[in-house]
């Protein structure tokens, strides 16, 4: 910790606030709130070391802090939110809900349409939703159009165009879709009518729609227009049975909103029920990412935010799996242990669980190809894996005597090699032939930066060498808090023996197996890779040397030889006026005796 960051730190209030971390250049790299700004924020330099590998890298990485104090608790987590969604620091969590759901949308207008739409204009129409199931939004809008003849066209009725009569009926009106308000059929009067009880079926009050029309019902019945009658208990018909389809909880319970969360690993689900009138009248889920050492209920809280933003929720009432630290002002939460609230999160749970498989289901099913997918699957049998090793990387070292190690990963991904994602090292910490130790040094910045970039990381690492630079491999895995997280192995050249971590009994898989045959092809592509880049490292060292051997040639002059000539023979064949004009004439009279004297040993050896 540096000491800028001790003294922000030990200037901190112990009040509620939203605090960002910032990188040297200036970008938050992460947003927090918190009810004590000072003991939350020192909290993360205390267990930076025993942290995760994530935590430990954005602590490395926080040049300053800022703060903003609020007055409330609440206040704070609606700020961390509407900072989260606006900067997208790197470190904070993931919520994968990008999609642009449709609305049901009341246009403002004389005679208002109610169409569908995925556009939100501010011109004062209602908008209802978002619905997140197509299916759902679909038998919502055949509802109204059956229960209330609506307008389909776009014609601009206002009073004075339908009294002068230049308007004519549609095919809507003829086939009983629509009263035609264009010509004069339907007041407006009556057509708002229809558009209250639309807006609050919309609203899922459908008791108050039924009870209104059960009124007219019997009133036009006294008046013996049975006619209208009919119509009416037709409709109220139509108006139960579409309600008996949706799910009904009980009763009791009104405008209630219903969370739960579901972890495996990195990844959590989020479910949503909307509850009005003792039924369930939305449905959503949401999938997030841990940013770094966030808990199920950090981020249970934050979900229920946006969640709630998005569908413009004002429930009092919020029932949730675990209890949030930090709570809406005004909403009461409760987790249930008993009675219709407890049965309605064991639903919402039971949502969670299904959305979770179906996740998991949606990614296995990536793998359209079935031999890729046998081949994988025997693969995380062979190899006694928890998981379908879909993205593989393969390690290998390279050195001659000594000079110039390097190193080669190369990924695959569904067994087949990506050449895009092929990466050199060159070794930095390692002098001499010290394979472990660069087999150590390797694995950790690779794994080290991917983390820190939050990029997703290998289910199997394959390690070209034997016991030695597997046990190497696997420290820096633990230095990483990631040898519970992925896979290695290491494979021996000269009888193609498997190696795990801590077992000395090796593995030996038949010849003919498809488990071998993808780790020999990794192997292969990792030691034609290092062994290119090495030798491509080790000409230009040749070149290198060979031209700073020639006295009064220094770096600067060889970078501009290089600058024009790709290689040691175009300048030895390059006239002295073309030389000169590059390095001047010294130095070109220089080479040129250098090379001259070359020539004239080599004769004289003959």
């Known amino acids: 910790m540096t000491s800028a960051i001790e003294n922000t730190i030990m200037g901190l209030p112990n009040k509620p606030g939203v605090y960002r971390f910032l990188d040297k250049s200036g970008e938050v790299i992460y947003v927090g709130k918190a009810k004590e700004l000072k003991k939350r924020v020192s909290s993360y330099f205390n267990k930076s070391n025993s942290g995760s590998a994530k935590l430990r890298v954005l602590v490395s990485k926080i040049h300053s802090i800022s703060f903003v104090l609020v007055d409330s608790e609440n206040d704070a987590l609606l700020l961390e939110n509407n900072l989260i969604k606006n900067l997208k620091p790197r470190y904070n969590i993931l919520l994968k809900d990008d999609k642009t759901y449709p609305w049901v949308c009341i246009k403002k207008e004389p005679f208002p349409r109610v169409f569908k739409t995925r556009r939100l204009l501010n011109d004062g129409s209602q908008y209802f939703g978002p619905f997140t199931s197509g299916f759902y939004l679909k ?5 109204i159009r059956h229960l209330f003849p609506l307008r389909t066209c776009t014609l601009n009725l206002t009073e004075e165009s339908i009294k002068a009569k230049k308007l004519k009926a549609c095919l809507e009106y003829q086939i009983g879709n629509c009263l035609a308000p264009c010509i004069g059929n339907q007041t407006e009067r009556d057509y708002e009518g229809n558009i209250n009880s639309i807006v609050s079926i919309l609203k899922g009050e459908n008791t108050g729609v039924i009870r209104e029309m059960s009124t007219a019902m019997l009133l036009h019945a006294r008046k013996l227009e049975f006619e209208q009658a009919e119509t009416l208990k037709r409709k109220i018909e139509l108006l139960k049975s579409y309600q008996s389809k949706t799910t009904i909880v009980s009763p009791k319970l009104d405008n209630i909103d219903v969370f739960s969360v579901q972890s495996e690993g990195e990844l959590l689900f989020v479910n949503y029920l909307k509850v009005k009138n003792g039924s ?3 449905v959503h889920n949401l999938e997030a990412r841990r940013g770094i050492d966030e ?3 950090e981020i249970l809280g934050m979900a229920i935010v946006n969640i709630r933003q998005r569908f413009e929720s004002n429930a009092k009432e919020i029932v949730v799996s675990h209890n949030p630290d930090f709570k809406l002002s005004g909403c009461k939460y409760f987790v249930p242990t008993r009675g219709d609230k407890l049965k309605l999160l064991d639903l919402s749970i039971r949502n969670c669980r299904e959305f979770m498989l179906e996740v998991q289901t949606q990614k296995n099913n990536q793998l359209s190809s079935s031999p890729v997918q046998r081949i994988l699957a025997t693969m995380k049998k062979d190899l006694r894996m928890n998981s379908l090793p879909i993205h593989i990387e393969c390690f290998d070292n ?7 190690p390097v190193a080669a990963c190369v990924v695959f991904k569904n067994a087949k090699p990506q050449k895009k994602e092929y990466r050199h090292y060159n070794v930095k910490t390692v002098e001499g032939a010290d394979d472990f130790a660069t087999m150590s040094e390797i694995v950790y910045r690779r794994y080290s930066r991917l983390i820190e970039e939050m990029q997703p990381i290998p289910q199997l690492i394959i390690i070209d060498g034997g016991k030695g630079q597997l046990s190497a491999a696997y420290h ?15 494979i021996a050249k000269k009888l193609e023996e498997i190696y795990f971590p801590g077992d000395p009994t090796p593995l030996h898989l038949d010849k003919r197996s498809e488990t071998l045959k993808v780790i020999q092809h990794a192997r292969n592509e990792a030691h034609r890779f290092g062994i290119t880049f090495h030798r491509a490292k080790r000409s230009k060292s040749i070149i290198k040397s060979q031209l700073l051997e020639i006295k009064g ?11 024009h000539y790709n290689s040691i023979e175009e300048i030895k064949r390059a006239s002295l006026h073309d030389i000169e004009n590059i390095i001047g004439r010294v130095a070109a009279k220089r080479i040129e005796q250098y090379y001259e004297q070359c020539n004239q040993s080599k004769l004289s050896d003959r």
């Open 476 to 490: 820096s895995l633990q230095k990483l808090n990631l040898q519970n997280v992925i896979s290695i192995i290491g």
């Open 553 to 563: 040639i220094g770096e600067k002059t060889r970078i501009k030889l290089f600058q």
């Open 280 to 282: 369930i009248v939305q």
């Open 295 to 297: 808990a199920d209920h």
């Open 398 to 404: 390279s050195n001659l005597q000594g000079t110039d």
């Open 139 to 143: 038998s919502m809008l055949d509802l």
